[in-house]
Each structure stands twice: as C-alpha cells, then as structure tokens.
C-alpha cells in the first residue's frame, strides 16, 4: 500500500477542547503536509513541514515531527464546530511533488 | 482568482464504457496531479505531469487508465471499459511547480459512479 497510517480513525470533542491526530509514514521524507477534507470532496492545504523541522505552528494548529520515529502528530486547540472534518496527512518521498497520503482521521466537534 | 475546476461533478456510466474527466488547474500552474479517492483505498495517487517533462504514471492501476495534458494547461484522465472498482471521486490538484516544498490546490473531484 502506499499509504501511511493515522490514528485515530475517528475522534469526536467538545466546542474548546483540544485535538491530536496522529500520521506515521514508511520511509525517508522530503516533507511532511496536512489536509482537511469537508463531506469527501476538495482538499485544502493546512500547513507543511520539511524533514529539518520538529514542529510548526500556523494559527491554531501545531504540527510536530519525529523522523527518528517517521510519525507527525496535528494538534488543533481550542476547536471549533466548524474544525469538524477529515484531516488527513500526505508525505513526499522525494524532490517530485506526488503525495503519498495517510487514511485519514475523521473528526467531529460537538457545539 | 479561480482555482482548480473539473468536469463533470458526477458521472454515471455503464461497466464497459469509456469516460473522460477534466481538469483545469490553476492558471500559471505547472504541476498537474490527478488522485482517487475510495472507501477501500483511501487516497491514492494516479499520475502527475510538470511542464514538458514525460509524466510520472506510476499510480495509474492499469492500461485502462490514461491522462493527458495539452498545452501545459487542462488535462484529461480517460478510463476505458470501466470496471466496478474503478467507482471513486477522481480528485486533481496543481501547484506552481512539481517540487516538494509547493502547497498543491484540489479541485471539487468527479464522482464517477459505475453501474
């Protein structure tokens, strides 16, 4: 398979929590990206992070690193309703820009 | 300005019969991508095209599959003799460039149904 993992699956919250989902990949990286996907159709781009990087923060969002480990984690704080959705992470293997993506974890933050 | 669009948002067709996406990226763009997504699979990658260089077809499942970019701007990904497995939402995204470090941009996708 290409695909890495991530957990959870599945992740349900309360408005204000905070958020963690977990990707591991199975070689070497370039780069490590997050997306969120709303009702399964269009992608959008959360942030990125390079091979050099332990972690990244945009926002709410923080985004750690572990190569030694080849996982990532995505930290969403203070969540929203409108934070629920499928996050997903993509890994690039080499200096060609194709993602390898993980299998998502869907998340759903309860007003 | 706009993004990345395709066409159709759905496409129901018949097992045997051939079908063509299409893909418009975002203008400027010179990486062009398409991506599948399943519920068996998850998300895969099919192929990627970067200006005039020969694509990189190495996520296309079989020779029914194929994509083609003409004039480094819109693409098609034509499947023939669909197959039930081939259901999914066919997904394309552009960035500046095919490296590494560029955000790519999605479109909607086609949900390609077949019956």
């Known amino acids: 398979s290409q695909q890495g993992e991530e957990d959870p699956q599945a992740l349900s919250i309360q408005e204000g929590e905070n958020a963690t989902m977990n990707c591991s990949y199975k070689?070497?990286?370039?780069?490590l990206q997050w997306y969120r996907q709303n009702s399964g159709r269009g992608l959008v781009h959360l942030i990125l992070?390079?091979?050099?990087?332990r972690e990244k923060h945009s926002g709410r969002l923080r985004v750690t690193l572990d190569t030694s480990k080849k996982s990532s984690s995505l930290l969403i704080t203070a969540s929203r309703a409108a934070d629920t959705a499928s996050y997903f992470c993509?890994?690039?293997?080499?200096?060609?820009?194709?993602?390898?993506f993980g299998q998502g974890t869907e998340l759903s933050v309860k007003p | 300005g706009a993004g990345v669009s395709q066409s159709p948002s759905n496409k129901v067709t018949e097992k045997g019969k051939d079908v063509e996406l299409r893909c418009d990226p975002i203008?400027?763009?010179?990486?062009l991508y398409w991506y599948r997504q399943s519920l068996g699979q998850g998300l895969e990658f099919l192929i990627y095209?970067?200006?005039?260089?020969?694509?990189?077809k190495s996520g296309l499942p079989s020779d029914r599959f194929s994509a083609e970019r003409t004039g480094g701007s819109v693409s098609t990904l034509t499947i023939q003799r669909t197959q039930q497995e081939d259901s999914a939402v066919y997904l394309c995204?552009?960035?500046?460039?095919?490296?590494?470090?560029?955000?790519?941009?999605f479109g909607p996708g086609t949900r390609l149904t077949v019956t």
């Open positions: 995204a552009s960035s500046l460039q095919g490296l590494a470090g560029y955000e790519q941009y």
């Open positions: 070689t070497s990286i370039n780069n």
């Open positions: 992070i390079r091979s050099n990087e």
């Open positions: 993509a890994s690039i293997y080499n200096q060609g820009g194709k993602l390898i």
């Open positions: 203008s400027g763009h010179t990486a």
């Open positions: 095209f970067q200006g005039n260089s020969a694509p990189d």
